[in-house]
T-cell receptor, first 113, second 112 residues
């Protein structure tokens, strides 16, 4: 079956510091990975879509300078939240594509203190 | 940027009742609509997708699609407490890369 693992599951970082989260597709080759943030109010935001061997496309309000993404192969992607502040808290979900289906990991919950 | 409107924001139905959820996209390039379900504390899971105009039924779940109006609806009959979750609609647009953009969701509560 298609599985997507994200780690860490939870992390706490001090305001102004950075943290890296990882996403791994198991059992299939993910040609694209979408990173989302779900706010405490449950709003779902697409951060960026990363496709192997193509430029990463960031959505409005999200930048490479703030959320650099690495997608070196078909099974792994990582994203860093640089200079995290309170408004960056939330559940960061990785969605790995298999065709038009998107499989989600369980997310990395970021708390900023 | 595509806008995805879901309504209602929240819905409470009694056990055994019918729940109807709506979703509209602003992007005429939409090819598919996906419906995802997210139980509290869990990651979203795919529920159903629809590509063609009309209706698609899977068990207690029925999805309708009207491509002309870019509107889809999800209907859950004989609702169960286990159906209580956040339901997310994701229109997928074509153009090289499929990029699901989610609506804010409908929070469904089915009370016994």
């Amino acid at each position: 079956g298609a599985l997507v693992y994200q780690y860490p599951r939870r992390t706490i970082c001090k305001s102004g510091t950075s943290m890296r989260m990882e996403c791994q597709a198991v059992g299939f080759q993910a040609t694209s990975v979408a990173w989302y943030r779900q706010s405490p109010q449950k709003t779902f935001e697409l951060i960026a879509l990363s496709t192997v061997n193509s430029a990463i496309k960031y959505e409005q309000n999200f930048t490479q300078e703030k959320f650099p993404i690495s997608h070196p192969n078909l099974s792994f992607s990582s994203m860093t939240v640089l200079n995290a502040y309170l408004e960056d808290r939330g559940l960061y979900l990785c969605g790995a594509y298999r065709g038009t289906e998107v499989f989600f990991g369980k997310g990395t919950r970021l708390t900023v203190v | 940027q595509q806008k995805v409107q879901q309504s209602p924001e929240s819905l409470i139905v009694p056990e055994g009742g019918m729940a109807s959820l709506n979703c509209t996209s602003s992007d005429r390039n939409v090819d598919y609509f996906w419906w995802y379900r997210q139980h509290s504390g869990k990651s979203p899971k795919m529920l159903m997708s629809i590509f063609s105009n009309g209706e698609k039924e899977e068990g207690r779940f029925t999805v309708h699609l009207n491509k002309a109006s870019l509107h889809t609806s999800l209907h859950i009959r004989d609702s169960q407490p286990s159906d209580s979750a956040l339901y997310l609609c994701a229109p997928l647009t074509s153009g090289g890369n499929y990029k699901p953009t989610f609506g804010k969701g409908t929070s469904l509560v089915v009370h016994p």
